[in-house]
């Protein structure tokens, strides 16, 4: 069964970093690219960024350029998200998500998120 | 970057009607687009990846349609289980800003 689970969601005041981590299971974590998406409160879902199956290639949206980082390790079978530089739009419930195969993909398992809180 | 407009944002049916949502985009893209279902406080569900091609596990009365820049979601027939947030996404990135299905 695949699984998929988020952590390092917290409270952060503005401008400060955090760390999400994605393990996953029950498959074969370095065969398939993996994504991150994000949703405010009562808002619709955004795409936040994904990487490719070894790690090579990485795609982030407007918003999370230049201050949001993907990393994996397949050893370890967990992706990554650094955030830097938070701001308070950055709020939201983040998931991780692995891809149907490698970039560009549908996803086809999702996790149950974990929530970012930036407020001071 | 490439835009996603769904319609319509609010769809009131009732169970056994056929349910139609659309979705635009602002450039081509192909058939790389992918349907979800999201029901309050879960994570969204896979319904249709490549435009048209159904998910394993997902009722044959989901189906999807189009290329180019724009593209359906039908259900056949509504059930209770399907009223939800549907949102539609172009393989690169961006999501439609979702068609909430309500009971009519």
């Known amino acids: 069964e695949v699984q998929l689970v988020e952590s390092g969601g917290h409270l952060v005041q503005p401008g400060g970093s955090l760390r999400l981590s994605c393990s996953g299971s029950?498959?074969?974590?370095?065969?398939?690219?993996m994504h991150w998406v994000r949703q405010a409160p009562g808002k619709g879902l955004e795409y936040v960024s994904a990487i490719s199956n070894n790690g090579g290639r990485a795609y982030y949206a407007d918003s999370a350029k230049g201050r949001f980082t993907i990393s994996r390790d397949n050893s370890k079978n967990i992706v990554f998200l650094q955030m830097r530089s938070l701001r308070a739009e950055d709020t939201a419930i983040y998931y991780c998500?692995?891809?149907?195969?490698?970039?560009?993909?549908?996803?086809?398992?999702w996790g149950q998120g974990t929530l970012v809180t930036v407020s001071s | 970057d490439i835009q996603m407009t769904q319609s319509p944002s609010t769809l009131s049916a009732s169970v056994g009607d056929r349910v139609t949502i659309t979705c635009r985009a602002s450039q081509n893209v192909s058939t790389w687009l992918a349907w979800y279902q999201q029901k309050a406080g879960k994570a969204p569900k896979l319904l249709i990846y490549?435009?048209?091609s159904l998910e394993s596990g997902v009722p044959s009365r989901f189906s999807g349609s189009g290329s180019g820049t724009e593209f359906t979601l039908t259900i056949s027939s509504l059930q209770p289980d399907d009223f939800a947030t549907y949102y539609c996404?172009?393989?690169?990135?961006?999501f439609g800003q979702g068609t909430k299905v309500e009971i009519k």
């Open positions: 490549k435009a048209s």
């Open positions: 996404q172009q393989y690169a990135g961006t």
């Open positions: 029950g498959f074969t974590f370095s065969s398939y690219s």
């Open positions: 998500a692995k891809g149907r195969l490698v970039l560009p993909a549908a996803m086809d398992y």
